[in-house]
Structures are given as C-alpha cells and as structure tokens.
C-alpha cells in the first residue's frame, strides 16, 4: 500500500527519462550549440550569433526551403485528388475492394530507400521505362532527374505514389462515415454525383484532408533519403532537401553548430507553416 | 497468481540479460588488442595493398621481435574520412594509418590528433632526399609542422584507345586539336537521332570529390600547378580557370560529352563508347583483365590550352602517411616507416600495386627505371609523377570544391551562367566560407 | 458501363503501383546487359547479380541487424509505453495532466531540432557504432502512450479491481490482466513500430560507420550511392529486392493487420 504513492511514477519514469535526455536536453543543447563552432574532433569555440548570419546570407538555406514549396504544392493536391479519387471509386459497391485496397498500399509499407532505387531507375534518360515509352510513342525524353526544373517534380510525383495508399485508406475510412440519409436525401432532391460529392461529401471529409495537408507538410520538410539517393541533392541543388542539407554541413563538412542552427531554423519554420494551415483551414471550416 | 510473479520477473531478467548483451556486443567491437609495444598499422584494405602490408609488415617483425607490428586494413565503410574521423571521436585510433588523402590531413592536424614528423630525429633529411622541395612545401601544415609522409601517388593522365586515334589522326595535345577529335568520333550508331558515341567522358556527379578528375585536373595542366587558396583567400579566378570552363562549356554544348551517366552494362571505355579518359594507373590492371582481342590503348598527358608552353602537370591524387598522436611510441613508427618507404619496399608496393612513389630519383634510380622499361603501359608515369601537384593546404578544401562544383556545373553543364560569371561568383562564396573560419 | 470504367481505372491504378516492383524483380534476375531492354517478359534467367550482391557486402549480417533492432524497439515500445499509457489513464496522481499534455506537445516537435543534439549526445556516450544507438532513443513513443492510453480507458474498472484484490502488483495487471485485453491495439502498435523502425534510415546513417552494425536499408543505401556496386544496375536491384522482400512477405501475410493499423493509427492522429 504505501508504494502507491510512488508507483504511478515509477511507471511513467521510462518517458520521463526519455524526455529529459532525448528531447529536452538536446532542444537546449541545441540552442547552446547555435552560438558555437565545432566540428566534433577540436574544441567548441563561442561564435555568438555568427552562425544567425550566416544562414541569413547563405543561398542554399534558402534553396532548401525553395525547393521545400515546390515539392509541396506538387505533392499535395496530387495527393488528394487521386486518393480521393480511387477512395471514391473504392466506396462503391466493387468486387475485389480488398485487392485493390492491397495493391495501392503496398508502396506504403515497402521502405523508401527501395522506392528511390527503383524510381530512379524508371527516370533514367536512356534506359529508364519512362522515357523508353515515351519514344516509343513518339515524343521526346524527359529530363526527370537531370533537368533543374523538372528534378523536384518528379521527386514530388514519386512520394506522391508511395504514399497515396495510406491516404486512399483514410479517406475511404472517412467516407464510410458519411450517414447514407444524407445522399439518399440528395437524391430524393434530383442531385447528381458532382453535386453530392461537392455539398455533401467533401464537407464530411474536411478533417481528414486537413490531415492529409498536415502529414504532407511534414513529410515534405522531413524529406531525405529520396534525394539521398536519386540526385544527392542536385542537379544544381534543386532537390536540396531541409534535412538533407543538415545532414550535408554536419557530416560532409563537420559543421555542427551551424547545421544546429539550421535544424533550429527548419523547426521553427515547420511549426509556423502548420500554425498558419492549423488556422487557415479552420477558418474555411466556420 | 504466484507463479504468475515468476512469469514477470522472468521477463525482466531476459530483458536485463538482452541489455547485457547489447553493450558486450559493443565493447566487443571497439576493443583493440593491443600490447604496450606492438604498433597498430591501418592500410587501406584493397586486396595489393594489404599483401603489400603483410609482406613489409612480416619482414620487419621477423627482425624486430621486440617491436612488433600489427596490420589491420581500415575498417569498410562509406568513406576512409568518416572512418578516420569516427575512430578520432571513439578514441580506437591506429597508430599509423597509410592512406590519407594529402587533402584531408589539414583538417586533422588542425584538431591537434597528428605527430608532427619533422620533431622526430632524421625526418627532415630524410624527406627532403626522397621528394622534390615543392612537394615538401606543399605538404607543410599552415602553422609550420609537416604531419604526412608523401607516399603514394597516382597521376591522371588521358587514356586513349590506340585504334581511334590512329585513325583520327594523333594524339590530341591541346584544346583545338581535341575539339577536332571529339567531331570526328562523335556518331549516332543505331539511328534513334541520339549520338551514343563521345570521345572522351568525365563524370557528371555534382560531387566534390569528381571535380579533381575534370576541372582541376585540367586547372593544374593549364597553370603549371597553381593554387586555388592562398594566404584564406580564393585566387582560382583568372585565365587559367577560364579557359578549363569555356573547353568543358564547349565540350558540352557541342554533346562531344555526355550529361548522362554513363552507368549500366559495360566498361564504355572498352566497348568503344568512348575513347578516352580521364584516369590514373589503376586502370591498367583492370583493362588488363576485360580488354577483348585487339584492343590496345596507352596513357598521354591532358590536354592544355593552345598557347601553353613547357611540361604538363597534372593531378596526383595523393596519398599519404599519419601518425596520430594516441601512438606511444612515434619514434618506433618512424623507424617502421622509414622501412616502409625504403627503396626496396618502394620498388615492392610498385610493382604489387601499379601506384607510384612519389620519388624525386624515379627516372635516375635503376631499380625503378627497369620497371618502368619492362612496362610500357606504366612507363609515362614515371614522367609525368615530375610534374604532379595535390591540394592546397586547407582545413576546409573540400568545401572549396563542393563550392567550384556547384558553379561549374551550373555554368558548363546547365548553361545557367556564363563562366566568367560562374568563376566570380565562386570565388565569393569561397572567400565568405574561408573568413568564417 | 459506368461500373466499367471503374474497374478499368482501378486496374490501370493497380498496375501503377505494382508493376515497379515487378519490373525490379525481373530487372534483379536477367543478365546485366539485358536490363535496358527489359520490358514484361526477361529472355533469360541469371541469378549472377544476387551472387554478385552477396559477394559484396554482408547482407545477411545487415538482415540479423534490423531484425535485432526492429524486435528490441518493438518490444520495448510494447512494454515501456504500455506502461505510462496505463499509469496515465487509470492512476491518479499530481502531475499527471500535466505529462500527458506535454507528451501531445513533444509530438508536434519536429525532428529536425533535435537531429544534430541527439547525434552528439551518442558521441559523448560512447554509444555511436554500438546497438545502443539504434535501440535506445526509439524506446519511447509518444503515439503508442497516446494509444494505450486511450485503449487502457476502455478498460472495465471492476477488471483492475477484482486484480488488485487478488494481490496483483501494477506491472502485473498491466502485462498479465490487460494486455490479452487489448491485443487488437498491442498488435496496431507492434506493426507500425516494427515497420517504422525497419525502415528507418537516416539514424543509422548518422550514427552507425561500422559496417558489420549497419541495418539493412541503411546498407542497401550506401550500396546504391557509393561506389561498389561498380555502376552494375542488376546488383543494385537484387539488393533494394531483397531489402524489400521481408516486409512485402509479411505484409502479403498480415495485410489486413497492417491496413487497419495505418488507418486506426491515422483516425488518432
């Protein structure tokens, strides 16, 4: 009887250690390290705000978060509409739902580092399938991981694909708890498909949209091994990636009080862009 | 309800024994064996090299019973750097490690891990018998000290397919007369209005570490050796620098290279995609090996401007040996070392390896003018390994090139920028990274 | 004929998302020079790049890597959260809103601030190149407290109270009372930890160097990016369809487990 007292917190001790050493020590490590230069083998020496300035002046910094938003506005709607889409087509009365469901996750669950490897095999200029199709029918090459312009995008197509399952099972989960009265209603009313999905559908499904855009939004400042892989962050830095250029001035260059500081700023800008979603979509909701 | 007590501290013993075992497994395998004399030696762990290793390092211990040696080739890993560097940070280092790029040794003798060799006795005559006053300035650390042995090196020189440029017409020595050769050989040959045959191809990875085999390989030939730092400050932007972009600018818009990865399938340089590279000797061994019936190529220096005058250099791709300061006994490894790049031993690794000895007496010293004789693939090397130059002496050069990287390939590649533009835009970059250091 | 269309579109989908695989499997077993050409069916069988691929690196050993640490964190996941997810939701005691309000909040940190810390926290104990690194900082999971906790307050009072009178100790209740209680949410939370953490790659990255500790997908990488593989396509193939092979057969097996995780996971979040 009298451990009661202690018992609930030694039970959750496992997290409070965890927090404490895992999260918030290295968030004012963090902070600490931003105001130092070290790379790990020699002593840390105080910079003051030197690493601040230099992210205001550095281009790649800036590159990244570029390259960030146009993965994104790629990436999202791509997403939605076609997990929406197959999420709808899913939602009828179909024969093999459980087949196709298996089939559009099964990227989901396969590691991404077998998704880069594969598709960047598939965008090869010469010998990736993509190109070869397209010969065959007639039109041009594509540049898909060559060309500055066109490198992000494919990328942004390639996540959209490895992804999309989850969210076609989502939606469908979604979908499925839109009351039938409403769309029998509907149809009393003489409304066609475009109208119930618009005034009906849609509205229900607004949280997990909403979802989807957060997760997105995530993913995308936390892309890494894609561009890892496929371009190592070019041509020309155009696939430079927030994490991965961290990642490239801590442990291509050694750099950790700057790539601290990079990691700070990255942070702080993911929590503000959901912030700003968080009230947007509220917003459109009222 | 007691057994079911048992049932649970069970678990909890197995989970404590599993955690147990976790951190055994770790000691396990950063513990070095290590008696107080022995010295650990790492050498790099392709195949010649570590016979090499064993055969020096067995001769020595043979006569040294006291002074043992132990041989380790470095441990696998994604780069030698990152290994090096771990080892710094777990505190496993190696006595002596062989196989330092001349490029990296700044960065650790800056953090304080090196022996500076010219404190220990005889190093300074010793070295300075060996190689050329130029190499031994050139690896001098910026507060004095040398902290390398030069040791091996492996010039790059341009390889070409004897048969097409016999019938292209000669050995292309300059820019001009390379450009003519890139039209001749250039040739779509199954028709589909994609040229799939080049003369010449360098690697299009936006990597630091290619740049050495395109740009400043070309750099040093065109400049007799110049440097891209000197005194924290980037002095690449001049003439010679310009022209190395306006040749690979061309080479490129004209498609005499292509953007592509040349990946898949076979040696392109063997199937005649292309018909020349850009390479060092260890190609030797390898041709030697897949090369079909008739194939015959052979080495000549990189091509340089039309109006250049006098030997070309090139770029050595040097690499030497390291002392770290975890050593007991640097004066013990000094001897071994001295051992190591004895003539004999020298002569050895030449001839195991095919990597060159940056030996001031190649072409005079008997031993190595019978190699370079009896092996006519090699023998420009021994030439040419006169005139090499490495990197300069700089913690970060390795940014240095990601930073010319990025602006070569933006202008020469993607055509995003003019050269002019590109070179000047790079030496700024360059000089913000070095005043922040 | 509407219903037509349908079908049609979800085959056309469904060969989108399969046929890359199936490409990459048959790349991995024809010669290496056929790979260009490679279409639907190959003209010949070779198995020289998976010899290739074994001959030079140590899969196998990267396989036992992950399979350690994927069950390790597995496991301790199931047992630490289940723990906290229980002290949160059927315990009283000061402080206990409070946690749980800053587990939420820790949940929207993003990862990216504390990357370089935990990196360097490793390299001060001593823990880069050992499973430590991999195991330990995983223990933890914000979304599985959040889960049992929400599953533990499904749970009947009268259940933990008969327990407790027969003299049960907290753990027990939890491990021997509750947990065949909740198996649909152990087995929720065991699939997505299992997957999260057989995937993960870019920790590995970071604080693994010795090859014989490195996980499969973090080989795998390093296989694909350096320069090993000697530009051979095949051999790179073989190795991402053996990285993907474990988990697409357990996936083939527990399909509708791991469908209804995601999507039980999602409707969570």
């Known amino acids: 009887m009298k451990n009661n007292k202690l018992l609930p917190y030694l039970l959750v001790s496992p997290y409070l250690i965890h927090l404490m050493v895992f999260v918030a020590f290295?968030?004012?490590?963090?902070?600490?390290?931003?105001?130092?230069?070290?790379?790990?083998?020699?002593?840390?020496?105080?910079?003051?705000?030197?690493?601040?300035?230099?992210?205001?002046?550095?281009?790649?910094?800036?590159?990244?978060?570029?390259?960030?938003?146009?993965?994104?506005?790629?990436?999202?709607?791509?997403?939605?509409?076609?997990?929406?889409?197959?999420?709808?087509?899913?939602?009828?009365?179909?024969?093999?739902?459980?087949?196709?469901?298996?089939?559009?996750?099964?990227?989901?669950?396969?590691?991404?580092?077998?998704?880069?490897?594969?598709?960047?095999?598939?965008?090869?200029?010469?010998?990736?399938?993509?190109?070869?199709?397209?010969?065959?029918?007639?039109?041009?090459?594509?540049?898909?991981?060559?060309?500055?312009?066109?490198?992000?995008?494919?990328?942004?197509?390639?996540?959209?694909?490895?992804?999309?399952?989850?969210?076609?099972?989502?939606?469908?989960?979604?979908?499925?708890?839109?009351?039938?009265?409403?769309?029998?209603?509907?149809?009393?009313?003489?409304?066609?498909?475009?109208?119930?999905?618009?005034?009906?559908?849609?509205?229900?499904?607004?949280?997990?949209?909403?979802?989807?855009?957060?997760?997105?939004t995530i993913g995308g400042f936390s892309l890494f091994i894609e561009p890892y892989i496929m371009t190592g962050g070019g041509p020309l830095n155009s696939t430079l990636s927030a994490v991965l250029y961290i990642y490239k001035q801590a442990f291509t260059n050694y750099h950790m009080g700057y790539s601290a500081t990079l990691g700070f700023f990255f942070a702080f800008i993911i929590l503000l862009v959901v912030v700003v979603q968080k009230r947007f979509i509220e917003k459109g909701e009222s | 309800m007691k057994n079911v007590v048992t049932k649970v501290n069970k678990s909890r013993i197995v989970l404590g024994l599993l955690v147990l075992f976790c951190s055994l497994l770790t000691s396990c395998d950063s513990a070095r064996e290590n008696d107080d004399n022995s010295l650990l030696y790492w050498s790099a762990n392709d195949a010649q090299e570590v016979e090499f290793a064993r055969q020096v390092i067995s001769a020595w211990n043979k006569e040294h019973s006291e002074e043992q040696i132990q041989l380790q080739p470095v441990p696998e890993g994604q780069s030698s750097e990152e290994i090096i560097l771990a080892a710094v940070v777990g505190k496993t280092t190696p006595d002596i490690y062989a196989n330092m790029w001349q490029g990296d040794v700044e960065f650790f003798a800056q953090a304080k891990v090196l022996v500076p060799f010219d404190t220990l006795e005889g190093f300074l005559e010793f070295i300075y018998q060996r190689c050329d006053s130029a190499l031994i300035k050139e690896i001098t650390s910026s507060d004095g000290h040398i902290y390398q042995i030069p040791w091996k090196?492996?010039?790059?020189?341009?390889?070409?397919?004897?048969?097409?440029?016999?019938?292209?017409?000669?050995?292309?020595?300059?820019?001009?007369?390379?450009?003519?050769?890139?039209?001749?050989?250039?040739?779509?040959?199954?028709?589909?209005?994609?040229?799939?045959?080049?003369?010449?191809?360098?690697?299009?990875?936006?990597?630091?570490?290619?740049?050495?085999?395109?740009?400043?390989?070309l750099y040093l030939a065109a400049s007799d050796g110049a440097s891209l730092v000197k005194n924290n400050q980037a002095v690449f932007n001049n003439k010679y620098a310009l022209e190395v972009f306006r040749f690979f600018e061309e080479l490129y818009a004209q498609n005499y290279f292509t953007q592509d990865r040349l990946a898949s399938g076979q040696d392109p340089f063997l199937s005649g995609k292309i018909a020349t590279k850009f390479t060092g000797p260890w190609e030797i061994a390898h041709l030697e090996k897949f090369k079909p019936e008739g194939f015959d190529y052979a080495y000549a220096p990189v091509p340089v401007p039309d109006d250049h005058q006098g030997p070309v250099y090139t770029y050595g791709d040097p690499k030497n040996i390291v002392i770290f300061n975890t050593c007991k006994n640097p004066l013990l490894a000094w001897r071994f070392l001295k051992f190591l790049i004895s003539d004999e031993n020298d002569l050895l690794f030449l001839k195991l390896s095919s990597q060159i000895p940056p030996r001031k007496d190649l072409l005079t010293n008997p031993l190595f003018v019978e190699v370079f004789t009896q092996n006519e693939k090699l023998a420009p090397f021994a030439n040419q390994a006169r005139y090499i130059k490495g990197v300069d002496s700089n913690e970060v050069i390795k940014e240095v090139f990601d930073i010319i990287t990025q602006e070569y390939q933006s202008s020469v590649m993607y055509g995003v920028k003019s050269p002019e533009e590109a070179l000047r835009d790079a030496a700024k970059a360059v000089d913000v990274l070095l005043l922040n250091m | 004929m509407k219903k037509l269309i349908l079908y049609i579109t979800l085959i056309i989908g469904s060969l989108a998302f399969i046929y890359p695989f199936y490409w990459m499997v048959t790349a991995s077993l024809v010669p290496e020079n056929e790979i260009e050409s490679l279409t639907l069916l190959p003209h010949s069988i070779s198995f020289n790049s998976y010899i290739q691929m074994f001959e030079k690196i140590p899969i196998g050993r990267a396989f036992f890597n992950s399979i350690f640490v994927a069950t390790m964190v597995t496991g301790?996941?199931?047992?630490?959260?289940?723990?906290?997810?229980?002290?949160?939701?059927?315990?009283?005691?000061?402080?206990?809103?409070?946690?749980?309000?800053?587990?939420?909040?820790?949940?929207?940190?993003?990862?990216?601030?504390?990357?370089?810390?935990?990196?360097?926290?490793?390299?001060?104990?001593?823990?880069?190149?050992?499973?430590?690194?991999?195991?330990?900082?995983?223990?933890?999971?914000?979304?599985?407290?959040?889960?049992?906790r929400q599953v533990f307050q499904t749970i009947p009072q009268d259940l933990i109270d008969a327990a407790r009178i027969d003299g049960c100790s907290e753990l027990r209740i939890i491990f021997q009372i509750l947990w065949p209680n909740i198996i649909p949410s152990l087995v929720t939370v065991g699939i997505i930890t299992f997957m999260a953490t057989w995937n993960e790659v870019l920790w590995p990255l970071i604080v693994i160097r010795d090859e014989n500790l490195m996980t499969m997908p973090q080989l795998v990488t390093l296989f694909a990016v350096g320069g090993r593989a000697e530009s051979q396509l095949g051999v790179k193939l073989a190795s991402a369809t053996i990285l993907a092979l474990p988990i697409v057969i357990a996936y083939l097996f527990f399909q509708k487990y791991f469908i209804q995780s995601m999507a039980s996971a999602g409707m969570k979040e």
């Open chain 2, 153 to 217: 090196i492996n010039p790059i020189m341009m390889i070409y397919n004897k048969q097409v440029v016999e019938k292209i017409g000669g050995i292309p020595r300059t820019y001009s007369e390379y450009f003519e050769a890139c039209k001749k050989y250039q040739k779509d040959n199954d028709g589909d209005g994609y040229v799939d045959q080049w003369f010449g191809y360098t690697n299009v990875r936006p990597i630091w570490s290619e740049l050495r085999f395109n740009f400043y390989l």
């Open chain 3, 76 to 148: 301790g996941v199931l047992v630490f959260c289940s723990m906290v997810g229980y002290a949160l939701s059927r315990l009283r005691f000061v402080g206990r809103n409070l946690i749980f309000y800053i587990i939420i909040f820790t949940m929207t940190l993003p990862f990216q601030i504390t990357l370089i810390p935990n990196y360097i926290i490793m390299v001060k104990l001593g823990w880069t190149d050992t499973f430590l690194a991999l195991i330990v900082p995983y223990l933890i999971n914000a979304f599985a407290i959040i889960m049992f």
């Open chain 1, 26 to 216: 290295p968030v004012i490590f963090s902070i600490y390290l931003t105001f130092n230069k070290w790379n790990i083998i020699s002593p840390m020496e105080f910079i003051g705000f030197g690493n601040f300035l230099r992210v205001f002046q550095d281009a790649l910094f800036f590159k990244a978060l570029y390259n960030t938003l146009k993965f994104l506005i790629v990436h999202i709607p791509l997403q939605i509409i076609v997990a929406l889409l197959l999420a709808e087509i899913l939602n009828q009365k179909i024969k093999f739902r459980p087949f196709f469901r298996a089939a559009f996750f099964l990227p989901v669950v396969v590691s991404g580092v077998v998704v880069s490897m594969l598709w960047q095999q598939l965008y090869g200029f010469d010998t990736g399938i993509l190109n070869r199709m397209l010969s065959t029918l007639g039109f041009g090459k594509v540049g898909w991981l060559v060309d500055p312009n066109m490198a992000m995008v494919s990328i942004a197509v390639m996540a959209t694909w490895k992804n999309v399952g989850l969210y076609v099972i989502l939606f469908l989960v979604g979908l499925q708890t839109v009351p039938p009265q409403y769309y029998e209603a509907a149809d009393l009313e003489g409304a066609n498909h475009w109208q119930k999905f618009w005034h009906i559908t849609l509205p229900m499904i607004n949280p997990t949209i909403f979802m989807v855009v957060i997760l997105s």
